[in-house]
């Protein structure tokens, strides 16, 4: 809980961006002239110049390089009571890079936090299943040549992606989570037609937290599974082996999207 005098305001941000040339969402240490770009960082310089003074950004989860965002949550506690939610969108907007756009501002309760308000998270994975993918889009999906997705068996495989389950077969290396237990709400594959009318295969996943590229490496195990035809139960003895070396590779980070914060289901752990 953040403890306030009466001129204090918490305000919400709804955060779309372009992570292609992010070291990712959370803001790095400078080190000279090798400070890293990244998300957090940029809004809190623009956040700066608006109050004259530091302001610390609260963002609902980290994002890797290369992953993009239609939806991060982050908030900010402010001293300025002049300045409307409408006229800190419009004027985060002016001194923010083109790559990260302010979609929402509101204001919340003091006590509210962008991470431990969350009760889930929406992931959303693009993939083009084709030889190539149209210039304006090649930034925001995975292609993979020489694939027909078949729906019906990728849900099949997604159905053991539910409830209370140990995710350990898709941690990454160098994951320092205290658990690798995850709440799994939903997972499920759709196609969609992009602006250009091309087919793009959708991976979908909500839950509660996500260990570090764990949506990739589901995203990676699935797409490997369905393209060679894998038995129906493949995915749910990887999901029990509990080993990473059982799954398949993790896709790149270009496809994926953190797609909605949700504050309204029920808090879980971690």
Same mark, same amino acid.
């Given at each position: 809980?953040?403890?306030?005098?009466?001129?204090?305001?918490?305000?919400?941000?709804?955060?779309?961006? !372009?992570?292609?040339?992010?070291?990712?969402?959370?803001?790095?240490?400078?080190?000279?002239?090798?400070?890293?770009?990244?998300?957090?960082?940029?809004?809190?310089?623009?956040?700066?110049?608006?109050?004259?003074?530091?302001?610390?950004?609260?963002?609902?989860?980290?994002?890797?390089?290369?992953?993009?965002?239609?939806?991060?949550?982050?908030?900010?506690?402010?001293?300025?009571?002049?300045?409307?939610?409408?006229?800190?969108?419009?004027?985060?907007?002016?001194?923010?890079?083109?790559?990260?756009?302010?979609?929402?501002?509101?204001?919340?309760?003091?006590?509210?936090?962008?991470?431990?308000?969350?009760?889930?998270?929406?992931?959303?994975?693009?993939?083009?299943?084709? !030889?190539?993918?149209?210039?304006?889009?090649?930034?925001?999906?995975? =292609?993979?040549?020489?694939?027909?997705?078949?729906?019906?068996?990728?849900?099949?495989?997604?159905?053991?992606?539910?409830?209370?389950?140990?995710?350990?077969?898709?941690?990454?290396?160098?994951?320092?989570?205290?658990?690798?237990?995850?709440?799994?709400?939903?997972?499920?594959?759709?196609?969609?037609?992009?602006?250009?009318?091309?087919?793009?295969?959708?991976?979908?996943?909500?839950?509660?937290?996500?260990?570090?590229?764990?949506?990739?490496?589901?995203?990676?195990?699935?797409?490997?599974?369905?393209?060679?035809?894998?038995?129906?139960?493949?995915?749910?003895?990887?999901?029990?082996?509990?080993?990473?070396?059982?799954?398949?590779?993790?896709?790149?980070? =270009?496809?994926?999207?953190?797609?909605?914060?949700?504050?309204?289901?029920?808090?879980?752990?971690?």
């Amino acid at each position: 809980m953040m403890n306030s005098n009466s001129n204090e305001r918490n305000i919400l941000l709804k955060v779309s961006y !372009d992570g292609t040339d992010f070291c990712g969402w959370q803001r790095q240490d400078e080190k000279g002239s090798e400070a890293q770009r990244t998300v957090q960082g940029e809004i809190e310089k623009a956040l700066e110049k608006l109050h004259k003074a530091k302001t610390t950004l609260y963002g609902s989860g980290r994002t890797d390089s290369g992953v993009h965002a239609l939806g991060q949550a982050a908030n900010f506690i402010s001293t300025i009571p002049s300045i409307s939610c409408i006229n800190y969108l419009r004027a985060l907007n002016t001194f923010l890079p083109q790559d990260i756009r302010i979609l929402e501002v509101k204001e919340v309760p003091l006590d509210f936090n962008s991470r431990f308000s969350a009760t889930s998270r929406v992931y959303r994975y693009f993939i083009n299943p084709s !030889d190539t993918s149209p210039a304006n889009n090649s930034r925001f999906v995975w =292609t993979v040549k020489n694939y027909t997705a078949n729906i019906e068996r990728l849900n099949h495989y997604c159905e053991c992606l539910r409830g209370e389950i140990d995710c350990a077969s898709f941690a990454a290396s160098g994951d320092n989570s205290l658990s690798t237990n995850r709440y799994i709400d939903d997972a499920f594959f759709f196609m969609q037609k992009d602006i250009f009318g091309n087919d793009l295969l959708v991976f979908q996943i909500e839950a509660n937290a996500f260990l570090w590229k764990m949506v990739r490496t589901l995203t990676g195990t699935l797409i490997n599974l369905d393209k060679s035809n894998a038995p129906l139960d493949s995915m749910e003895k990887i999901l029990a082996a509990r080993d990473r070396t059982k799954a398949g590779v993790t896709a790149p980070p =270009t496809g994926l999207f953190l797609y909605e914060i949700k504050f309204d289901g029920v808090r879980r752990h971690a």
